[in-house]
Nanobody, 115 residues
Framework: QVQLVETGGGLVQAGGSLRLSCAASGTILFRQSTMNWYRQAPGKQRELVAGVTRGGATTYADSVKGRFSISRDNAKNTVSLQMNSLKPEDTGVYYC????????WGQGTQVTVSS
């Protein structure tokens, strides 16, 4: 079983930056999984923000392209999300997700962007 623990959320002013990190237990499963960041804003459905495959290919939601960057470190079993030029609409709970044979979710970390 894979456990995912997110860190790095917080309160930031619009235009600022935050870096989220997700540490995964379970080396083999981590390396076999596409790693994703999702977010859920109040009253809205959870949405995919960014993902990185085992081979390092990345994908981003249109709303964050050019501002967010996802990366993974297979040696450390971590995936990170660098968020720049943050906007109030980026506010939400951000979840780390491991998508392999099974799917695993972290507990989420709150990101609040004030205007």
């Amino acid at each position: 079983q894979v456990q995912l623990v997110e860190t790095g959320g917080g309160l930031v002013q619009a235009g600022g930056s935050l870096r989220l990190s997700c540490a995964a237990s379970g080396t083999i499963l981590f390396r076999q999984s596409t790693m994703n960041w999702y977010r859920q804003a109040p009253g809205k459905q959870r949405e995919l923000v960014a993902g990185v495959t085992r081979g390092g290919a990345t994908t981003y939601a249109d709303s964050v392209k050019g501002r967010f960057s996802i990366s993974r470190d297979n040696a450390k079993n971590t995936v990170s999300l660098q968020m720049n030029s943050l906007k109030p609409e980026d506010t939400g709970v951000y979840y780390c997700n491991a998508d392999g044979v099974l799917k695993y979710w972290g507990q989420g970390t709150q990101v609040t962007v004030s205007s």
